[in-house]
């Protein structure tokens, strides 16, 4: 079973940047695409990004496009969010996401959280404006 663990956030300026870390430990990391999503108080938990497992296809919330960017390195079991340009919206707790292990073909990129079956506690981001 895989256990993401998410780092790196923080208080951040407007317009600032943080990238995020989830490290996962299990030998399935290689097969499982790795997602991030988020939740505002009182909202729901929101789509971010995903990657694939062959780290060939990634996808976007309309909300972060151009903004942020997902990466992984298999090697190091871990998967980055790279986030440029924030805003006060994007203030929320950031959680990773471990897909079903070899489920989908290798740019198999799902966004919904029950195609998810592993996920961090979370990491908190706030956007100062």
């Known amino acids: 079973q895989m256990q993401p663990v998410e780092s790196g956030g923080g208080l951040v300026q407007a317009g600032g940047s943080l990238r995020l870390s989830c490290s996962a430990s299990?030998?399935?990391?290689?097969?499982?695409?790795m997602g991030w999503f988020r939740q505002a108080p009182g909202k729901e938990r929101d789509f971010v990004a995903v990657?694939?497992?062959?780290?060939?296809?990634?996808l976007y919330a309309d909300s972060v496009k151009g903004r942020f960017r997902i990466s992984g390195d298999n090697a190091k079991n871990t998967v980055y969010l790279q986030m440029n340009s924030l805003k006060p919206e994007d203030t929320a707790v950031y959680y990773c996401?471990?897909?079903?292990?070899?489920?989908?073909?290798?740019?198999?990129?799902?966004?919904?959280?029950?195609?998810?079956?592993?996920w961090g506690q979370g990491t908190q981001v706030t956007v100062s404006s």
């Open positions: 299990g030998r399935t990391f290689s097969r499982t695409p």
């Open positions: 996401a471990g897909g079903i292990v070899d489920t989908g073909g290798s740019l198999y990129t799902p966004t919904a959280p029950p195609d998810f079956g592993s």
């Open positions: 990657i694939s497992w062959s780290g060939i296809s990634t």
